[in-house]
């Protein structure tokens, strides 16, 4: 989900059992939602320019996960960013960059808008193992000069040790049992 800047439109996905997950936008003045791609491949993870004028999001419609953009609300072009997969995107705060994933790497592609759009080829910011998203949005925050990121990296002992998983059985009486609620 993304707000746009001006906050009064929310753009999100839809799981619809035809075409997959597509991408909606929902006016708060009016609370209505339309659809903004609907196809017969998977779109998700839409993301608002910082100026409210582009969308970008995922798209498996090339045979495999990549990033486009497109102008919103349209109509006009669209433009596939990513050249070798791409998951998790979000723009830079000042709005001349992109920034994805694409398995370890961190990508990032400058973008001019006016007069015209244009994409840089994509290049690779940094490398490292670090914890993907465990739904659609991403897993990494980016601070507003555009120049540092917050990710997640996995902890090394945890990721030898196996899974635990505890099952709490009568969970609801475990818990009057413990915190015993006065009668009135």
Not at 54 to 78: A, C, D, F, M, T
């Given at each position: 989900m993304s707000w746009s800047p001006d906050?009064?439109?929310?753009?999100f996905m839809e799981n619809?059992?035809?075409?997959?997950?597509?991408?909606?936008v929902l006016r708060l003045s009016d609370h209505k939602?339309?659809?903004?791609?609907?196809?017969?491949?998977?779109?998700?993870?839409?993301?608002?320019?910082p100026d409210g004028r582009w969308l970008i999001y995922v798209?498996?419609?090339?045979?495999?996960?990549?990033?486009y953009v497109q102008p919103y609300p349209g109509p006009g072009g669209k433009w596939q960013i990513s050249t070798e997969g791409g998951t998790e995107p979000t723009w830079n705060p000042n709005g001349s960059e992109l920034f994805y994933r694409s398995g370890n790497k961190m990508m990032a592609v400058e973008i001019?808008?006016?007069?015209?759009?244009?994409?840089?080829?994509p290049r690779v910011l940094?490398?490292?193992?670090?914890?993907?998203?465990?739904?659609?949005t991403p897993n990494y925050d980016v601070s507003l000069d555009g120049q540092r990121f917050l990710m997640l990296k996995p902890n090394q002992q945890e990721a030898s040790a196996p899974t635990q998983i505890n099952v709490v059985l009568n969970w609801f009486e475990e818990l009057k049992r413990r915190v015993p609620t006065e009668k009135k």
């Amino acid at each position: 989900m993304s707000w746009s800047p001006d906050g009064q439109l929310l753009a999100f996905m839809e799981n619809n059992p035809t075409t997959g997950y597509d991408i909606w936008v929902l006016r708060l003045s009016d609370h209505k939602a339309q659809p903004f791609l609907r196809t017969p491949f998977n779109e998700s993870v839409p993301r608002f320019s910082p100026d409210g004028r582009w969308l970008i999001y995922v798209s498996n419609e090339s045979g495999r996960y990549e990033i486009y953009v497109q102008p919103y609300p349209g109509p006009g072009g669209k433009w596939q960013i990513s050249t070798e997969g791409g998951t998790e995107p979000t723009w830079n705060p000042n709005g001349s960059e992109l920034f994805y994933r694409s398995g370890n790497k961190m990508m990032a592609v400058e973008i001019t808008t006016r007069p015209s759009f244009t994409a840089s080829k994509p290049r690779v910011l940094f490398e490292g193992r670090y914890e993907p998203s465990p739904a659609t949005t991403p897993n990494y925050d980016v601070s507003l000069d555009g120049q540092r990121f917050l990710m997640l990296k996995p902890n090394q002992q945890e990721a030898s040790a196996p899974t635990q998983i505890n099952v709490v059985l009568n969970w609801f009486e475990e818990l009057k049992r413990r915190v015993p609620t006065e009668k009135k």
